[in-house]
Protein backbone atom coordinates (compact mmCIF):
# COMPACT_ATOMS: atom_id res chain seq x y z
CA UNK A 1 0.00 0.00 0.00
CA UNK A 2 1.36 3.80 -0.87
CA UNK A 3 2.04 5.75 2.30
CA UNK A 4 -0.23 8.60 1.67
CA UNK A 5 2.46 11.16 3.65
CA UNK A 6 5.24 9.74 1.44
CA UNK A 7 2.95 10.26 -1.44
CA UNK A 8 2.33 13.90 -0.64
CA UNK A 9 5.90 14.65 -0.15
CA UNK A 10 7.20 13.20 -3.24
CA UNK A 11 4.37 15.27 -4.96
CA UNK A 12 5.66 18.04 -3.25
CA UNK A 13 9.02 17.92 -3.90
CA UNK A 14 8.16 17.61 -7.61
CA UNK A 15 6.11 20.67 -7.30
CA UNK A 16 8.84 22.67 -6.24
CA UNK A 17 11.54 21.67 -8.43
CA UNK A 18 9.33 23.12 -11.35
CA UNK A 19 8.15 25.97 -9.12
CA UNK A 20 11.54 27.38 -8.38
CA UNK A 21 12.48 27.24 -11.65
CA UNK A 22 9.89 28.98 -12.82
CA UNK A 23 10.57 31.79 -10.01
CA UNK A 24 14.47 31.83 -11.73
CA UNK A 25 13.04 31.83 -14.89
CA UNK A 26 10.51 35.26 -14.13
CA UNK A 27 13.40 36.78 -12.30
CA UNK A 28 15.52 36.82 -15.38
CA UNK A 29 12.75 37.92 -17.51
CA UNK A 30 12.27 40.94 -15.88
CA UNK A 31 16.33 41.53 -16.02
CA UNK A 32 15.75 41.06 -19.23
CA UNK A 33 12.61 43.18 -20.00
CA UNK A 34 14.88 45.79 -18.14
CA UNK A 35 17.74 45.97 -20.82
CA UNK A 36 15.44 46.00 -23.95
CA UNK A 37 14.00 49.10 -22.05
CA UNK A 38 17.93 50.94 -21.30
CA UNK A 39 19.05 50.05 -24.18
CA UNK A 40 15.86 51.68 -26.07
CA UNK A 41 15.27 48.05 -27.96
CA UNK A 42 11.42 47.88 -27.35
CA UNK A 43 10.04 48.54 -30.82
CA UNK A 44 13.00 46.67 -32.00
CA UNK A 45 10.08 44.42 -33.55
CA UNK A 46 7.00 46.94 -33.98
CA UNK A 47 4.62 44.56 -34.53
CA UNK A 48 3.40 41.44 -32.29
CA UNK A 49 3.56 38.41 -32.55
CA UNK A 50 5.34 38.62 -35.49
CA UNK A 51 8.47 40.84 -35.88
CA UNK A 52 8.49 42.80 -38.93
CA UNK A 53 5.85 40.72 -39.98
CA UNK A 54 8.15 36.80 -39.93
CA UNK A 55 8.30 34.62 -37.17
CA UNK A 56 12.03 34.77 -37.45
CA UNK A 57 13.42 38.62 -37.39
CA UNK A 58 15.34 39.62 -40.46
CA UNK A 59 18.99 39.73 -39.84
CA UNK A 60 19.79 43.00 -42.33
CA UNK A 61 17.14 45.79 -43.99
CA UNK A 62 17.61 44.12 -47.20
CA UNK A 63 15.34 41.25 -45.98
CA UNK A 64 12.90 43.96 -45.56
CA UNK A 65 9.90 45.01 -47.58
CA UNK A 66 11.47 49.00 -48.63
CA UNK A 67 8.53 51.07 -47.44
CA UNK A 68 8.88 49.33 -44.15
CA UNK A 69 9.41 53.22 -42.49
CA UNK A 70 6.28 53.98 -44.16
CA UNK A 71 4.30 50.84 -43.28
CA UNK A 72 5.52 51.29 -39.36
CA UNK A 73 5.52 54.47 -39.48
CA UNK A 74 3.12 55.04 -36.35
CA UNK A 75 5.08 53.07 -34.23
CA UNK A 76 7.84 55.66 -34.97
CA UNK A 77 9.60 54.13 -38.24
CA UNK A 78 9.31 57.11 -40.31
CA UNK A 79 12.93 58.54 -39.28
CA UNK A 80 14.25 55.18 -37.92
CA UNK A 81 16.71 52.87 -39.86
CA UNK A 82 15.88 48.87 -38.83
CA UNK A 83 18.78 48.16 -36.34
CA UNK A 84 19.29 44.49 -35.52
CA UNK A 85 20.48 44.78 -32.01
CA UNK A 86 17.26 46.32 -30.80
CA UNK A 87 15.29 43.76 -33.22
CA UNK A 88 16.63 40.69 -31.74
CA UNK A 89 17.00 41.88 -28.18
CA UNK A 90 13.65 42.47 -28.11
CA UNK A 91 12.91 39.29 -30.31
CA UNK A 92 15.01 37.06 -27.82
CA UNK A 93 13.20 38.77 -24.75
CA UNK A 94 9.96 37.71 -26.44
CA UNK A 95 11.49 33.87 -26.33
CA UNK A 96 12.13 34.44 -23.15
CA UNK A 97 8.72 35.04 -22.34
CA UNK A 98 7.20 32.06 -24.06
CA UNK A 99 9.41 29.78 -22.44
CA UNK A 100 8.37 31.63 -19.17
CA UNK A 101 5.42 30.60 -20.04
CA UNK A 102 5.44 27.05 -20.34
CA UNK A 103 7.49 26.72 -16.80
CA UNK A 104 4.46 28.65 -15.41
CA UNK A 105 2.36 25.56 -17.21
CA UNK A 106 4.62 22.48 -16.31
CA UNK A 107 4.37 24.18 -13.08
CA UNK A 108 0.26 24.40 -12.51
CA UNK A 109 0.72 20.65 -14.27
CA UNK A 110 3.18 19.43 -11.56
CA UNK A 111 -0.07 21.20 -8.79
CA UNK A 112 -2.67 18.99 -10.29
CA UNK A 113 -2.11 15.63 -7.95
CA UNK A 114 -1.99 18.49 -4.89
CA UNK A 115 -5.21 20.13 -5.30
CA UNK A 116 -7.13 17.89 -3.36
CA UNK A 117 -4.30 16.06 -1.20
CA UNK A 118 -4.62 16.55 2.46
CA UNK A 119 -1.85 17.82 4.32
CA UNK A 120 0.61 15.61 6.08
CA UNK A 121 0.66 18.01 8.73
CA UNK A 122 -2.72 19.07 9.42
CA UNK A 123 -4.52 16.45 7.75
CA UNK A 124 -6.79 19.06 6.17
CA UNK A 125 -6.55 19.59 2.20
CA UNK A 126 -6.24 23.60 2.62
CA UNK A 127 -2.72 23.90 2.02
CA UNK A 128 -2.43 21.58 -0.68
CA UNK A 129 -5.16 22.89 -2.39
CA UNK A 130 -3.86 26.47 -1.88
CA UNK A 131 -0.64 25.01 -4.34
CA UNK A 132 -3.04 24.57 -7.19
CA UNK A 133 -5.06 27.71 -6.86
CA UNK A 134 -2.29 29.72 -6.52
CA UNK A 135 -0.43 28.12 -9.66
CA UNK A 136 -3.80 28.03 -11.85
CA UNK A 137 -3.99 32.11 -10.40
CA UNK A 138 -0.03 32.29 -12.03
CA UNK A 139 -0.84 30.77 -14.85
CA UNK A 140 -4.37 32.77 -16.12
CA UNK A 141 -2.06 36.03 -15.30
CA UNK A 142 0.54 35.03 -17.41
CA UNK A 143 -1.91 34.18 -20.52
CA UNK A 144 -3.25 37.94 -19.49
CA UNK A 145 0.41 39.09 -19.24
CA UNK A 146 0.97 37.55 -22.69
CA UNK A 147 -2.11 39.92 -24.37
CA UNK A 148 -1.03 42.60 -22.62
CA UNK A 149 2.77 42.40 -24.11
CA UNK A 150 0.92 42.65 -27.58
CA UNK A 151 -1.27 45.96 -26.17
CA UNK A 152 2.62 47.37 -24.89
CA UNK A 153 3.85 47.10 -28.69
CA UNK A 154 0.24 48.51 -30.15
CA UNK A 155 0.20 51.23 -28.12
CA UNK A 156 4.32 52.29 -28.94
CA UNK A 157 5.03 51.19 -25.56
CA UNK A 158 2.54 53.41 -23.63
CA UNK A 159 4.27 54.52 -20.55
CA UNK A 160 1.23 53.30 -18.57
CA UNK A 161 0.45 50.20 -20.38
CA UNK A 162 4.31 49.64 -19.29
CA UNK A 163 3.99 50.12 -15.62
CA UNK A 164 0.84 47.96 -15.93
CA UNK A 165 2.65 45.72 -17.27
CA UNK A 166 5.56 45.45 -14.89
CA UNK A 167 2.87 45.02 -11.64
CA UNK A 168 1.33 42.22 -13.62
CA UNK A 169 5.11 40.55 -13.53
CA UNK A 170 5.03 41.10 -9.96
CA UNK A 171 2.25 39.67 -8.97
CA UNK A 172 2.61 36.39 -11.04
CA UNK A 173 6.03 35.69 -9.39
CA UNK A 174 4.05 36.63 -5.96
CA UNK A 175 1.67 33.71 -6.89
CA UNK A 176 4.63 31.71 -7.88
CA UNK A 177 6.61 32.55 -4.55
CA UNK A 178 3.74 31.53 -2.90
CA UNK A 179 3.05 28.90 -3.87
CA UNK A 180 6.97 27.58 -3.10
CA UNK A 181 6.61 28.50 0.68
CA UNK A 182 2.86 26.47 0.81
CA UNK A 183 4.93 23.32 -1.02
CA UNK A 184 7.52 23.84 1.49
CA UNK A 185 6.21 23.64 5.01
CA UNK A 186 9.63 25.53 6.19
CA UNK A 187 11.46 24.97 9.48
CA UNK A 188 11.16 27.16 11.73
CA UNK A 189 12.46 28.11 15.34
CA UNK A 190 9.30 27.97 17.39
CA UNK A 191 10.58 30.13 20.45
CA UNK A 192 12.55 32.63 17.73
CA UNK A 193 9.02 33.46 16.28
CA UNK A 194 7.66 34.03 19.62
CA UNK A 195 10.33 36.27 20.24
CA UNK A 196 9.62 38.79 17.39
CA UNK A 197 8.21 42.17 17.72
CA UNK A 198 4.66 41.94 17.39
CA UNK A 199 4.79 44.15 14.71
CA UNK A 200 7.19 42.51 12.16
CA UNK A 201 4.42 40.95 10.34
CA UNK A 202 2.87 44.76 9.68
CA UNK A 203 6.42 46.25 9.35
CA UNK A 204 7.14 43.73 6.06
CA UNK A 205 3.33 44.34 4.70
CA UNK A 206 4.31 48.23 4.71
CA UNK A 207 7.59 47.50 3.78
CA UNK A 208 6.24 45.94 0.34
CA UNK A 209 3.60 48.35 -0.69
CA UNK A 210 5.80 51.40 0.08
CA UNK A 211 8.63 49.15 -2.24
CA UNK A 212 5.93 48.24 -4.65
CA UNK A 213 5.17 52.31 -4.79
CA UNK A 214 8.36 52.79 -5.42
CA UNK A 215 8.77 50.43 -8.13
CA UNK A 216 6.03 52.37 -9.73
CA UNK A 217 7.58 55.84 -8.88
CA UNK A 218 10.89 54.41 -10.05
CA UNK A 219 8.99 53.93 -13.64
CA UNK A 220 7.82 57.45 -14.19
CA UNK A 221 11.71 58.58 -13.60
CA UNK A 222 12.28 55.74 -16.40
CA UNK A 223 10.05 56.93 -18.46
CA UNK A 224 10.99 61.01 -18.04
CA UNK A 225 14.72 59.17 -19.00
CA UNK A 226 13.13 58.16 -22.28
CA UNK A 227 11.98 61.48 -23.19
CA UNK A 228 14.91 62.67 -22.16
CA UNK A 229 17.17 60.58 -24.62
CA UNK A 230 14.98 60.72 -27.72
CA UNK A 231 14.99 64.47 -27.27
CA UNK A 232 19.06 64.80 -26.78
CA UNK A 233 19.28 61.43 -29.96
CA UNK A 234 20.75 59.59 -26.79
CA UNK A 235 23.42 62.01 -26.44
CA UNK A 236 24.91 64.56 -23.30
CA UNK A 237 23.97 61.44 -21.23
CA UNK A 238 25.93 64.20 -18.30
CA UNK A 239 22.99 66.75 -19.04
CA UNK A 240 19.90 64.28 -18.72
CA UNK A 241 19.89 63.94 -14.66
CA UNK A 242 19.87 67.68 -14.43
CA UNK A 243 16.60 68.24 -16.77
CA UNK A 244 14.50 65.07 -14.97
CA UNK A 245 11.36 66.61 -13.18
CA UNK A 246 10.70 66.89 -9.64
CA UNK A 247 9.97 62.61 -9.49
CA UNK A 248 13.49 61.50 -9.40
CA UNK A 249 13.93 64.12 -6.24
CA UNK A 250 11.22 61.99 -4.75
CA UNK A 251 12.11 58.57 -5.65
CA UNK A 252 15.82 59.59 -4.85
CA UNK A 253 14.69 60.53 -0.69
CA UNK A 254 11.81 58.31 -0.60
CA UNK A 255 14.58 55.55 -0.89
CA UNK A 256 15.54 56.52 2.17
CA UNK A 257 13.27 56.06 5.18
CA UNK A 258 12.30 52.62 2.67
CA UNK A 259 16.35 51.05 3.27
CA UNK A 260 15.92 52.02 6.75
CA UNK A 261 12.09 50.12 7.37
CA UNK A 262 13.69 47.17 5.64
CA UNK A 263 17.00 46.98 7.67
CA UNK A 264 15.23 47.09 10.78
CA UNK A 265 13.23 44.32 9.58
CA UNK A 266 16.07 42.30 8.56
CA UNK A 267 18.18 42.96 12.39
CA UNK A 268 14.72 41.99 13.95
CA UNK A 269 14.85 38.29 12.23
CA UNK A 270 18.77 38.32 11.91
CA UNK A 271 19.09 38.79 15.69
CA UNK A 272 16.34 35.98 16.99
CA UNK A 273 18.85 33.20 15.94
CA UNK A 274 16.78 32.16 13.04
CA UNK A 275 18.64 29.36 10.77
CA UNK A 276 17.39 27.88 8.06
CA UNK A 277 15.52 29.74 5.16
CA UNK A 278 14.56 32.29 7.76
CA UNK A 279 18.01 33.62 7.95
CA UNK A 280 19.37 32.78 4.14
CA UNK A 281 16.01 35.12 2.97
CA UNK A 282 17.26 37.93 5.62
CA UNK A 283 20.76 37.83 4.45
CA UNK A 284 19.64 38.07 1.16
CA UNK A 285 17.71 40.95 1.95
CA UNK A 286 20.28 43.29 3.35
CA UNK A 287 22.31 42.21 0.65
CA UNK A 288 19.65 43.55 -1.95
CA UNK A 289 19.56 46.31 0.00
CA UNK A 290 22.79 47.31 -0.26
CA UNK A 291 23.06 46.39 -3.63
CA UNK A 292 20.79 48.57 -5.13
CA UNK A 293 21.73 51.38 -2.82
CA UNK A 294 24.82 51.34 -4.54
CA UNK A 295 23.30 50.84 -8.20
CA UNK A 296 20.86 54.33 -7.18
CA UNK A 297 23.98 55.92 -6.21
CA UNK A 298 25.84 54.86 -8.96
CA UNK A 299 23.03 56.16 -11.38
CA UNK A 300 23.11 59.58 -9.74
CA UNK A 301 26.86 59.92 -9.50
CA UNK A 302 27.51 58.48 -12.53
CA UNK A 303 25.18 60.17 -15.02
CA UNK A 304 22.73 57.26 -15.38
CA UNK A 305 24.77 54.48 -16.79
CA UNK A 306 23.08 51.95 -18.91
CA UNK A 307 24.02 48.65 -17.07
CA UNK A 308 22.80 49.87 -13.99
CA UNK A 309 19.25 50.93 -14.70
CA UNK A 310 18.16 47.19 -15.58
CA UNK A 311 19.59 46.08 -12.45
CA UNK A 312 17.92 48.81 -10.70
CA UNK A 313 14.62 47.56 -10.83
CA UNK A 314 15.68 43.45 -10.71
CA UNK A 315 16.93 44.29 -7.22
CA UNK A 316 13.99 46.02 -6.44
CA UNK A 317 11.63 43.41 -7.65
CA UNK A 318 13.83 40.33 -6.26
CA UNK A 319 13.46 42.85 -2.65
CA UNK A 320 9.74 42.53 -2.90
CA UNK A 321 10.31 38.58 -3.61
CA UNK A 322 12.25 37.76 -0.72
CA UNK A 323 9.79 39.92 1.41
CA UNK A 324 7.34 37.97 0.81
CA UNK A 325 8.94 34.82 1.45
CA UNK A 326 9.60 36.05 4.91
CA UNK A 327 6.48 37.07 5.72
CA UNK A 328 5.02 33.75 4.19
CA UNK A 329 7.20 32.12 5.88
CA UNK A 330 6.52 33.52 9.19
CA UNK A 331 2.66 33.33 8.64
CA UNK A 332 3.46 29.89 8.37
CA UNK A 333 5.47 29.47 11.21
CA UNK A 334 2.33 31.31 13.37
CA UNK A 335 0.34 29.12 12.21
CA UNK A 336 2.02 26.26 13.11
CA UNK A 337 2.12 27.74 16.59
CA UNK A 338 -1.84 27.94 16.55
CA UNK A 339 -2.12 24.23 16.19
CA UNK A 340 -2.52 22.47 19.10
CA UNK A 341 0.11 19.58 19.00
CA UNK A 342 -0.99 16.44 17.05
CA UNK A 343 -1.33 13.91 19.90
CA UNK A 344 -3.12 16.81 22.13
CA UNK A 345 -6.92 17.23 21.87
CA UNK A 346 -7.32 20.88 20.57
CA UNK A 347 -7.80 22.17 24.00
CA UNK A 348 -4.79 21.29 24.97
CA UNK A 349 -5.98 18.28 27.65
CA UNK A 350 -6.35 15.51 25.86
CA UNK A 351 -4.23 12.48 25.67
CA UNK A 352 -2.60 10.46 22.75
CA UNK A 353 -5.07 8.15 21.00
CA UNK A 354 -3.63 4.49 20.91
CA UNK A 355 -4.09 2.68 17.59
Given at each position: MT?????????????????IATVVTIYALILVGGIVRATGAGMGCPDWPTCFGQWIPPTAESQLPADYQTIYADRGYANTTFNVTKTWTEYLNRL????????IL???????????????????????NSIFVLSLAAFVLVVFQGWLGSRVVASNLSPGMITVHMLVAQIIVGLVIASVVSASRPRIDVDAVRALPPLISTGLIVAM????????IGTQVREAVDLIARASDHENRHLWIDNLPWVFTLHKWYALPLVALNGWLAWQLLSSNHSGVLRSLNIALVALLLGTSLIGMSMDRLNLPMFAQPLHLWFASLIFGVQLAITLVLRSARTELAQPPRNQSPRGVGTATQT
Open positions: NPAAADDRARRRFRRFALGVFTGFTLTLIAAWPLRRRASANTGKPGDSVLGLSQLI
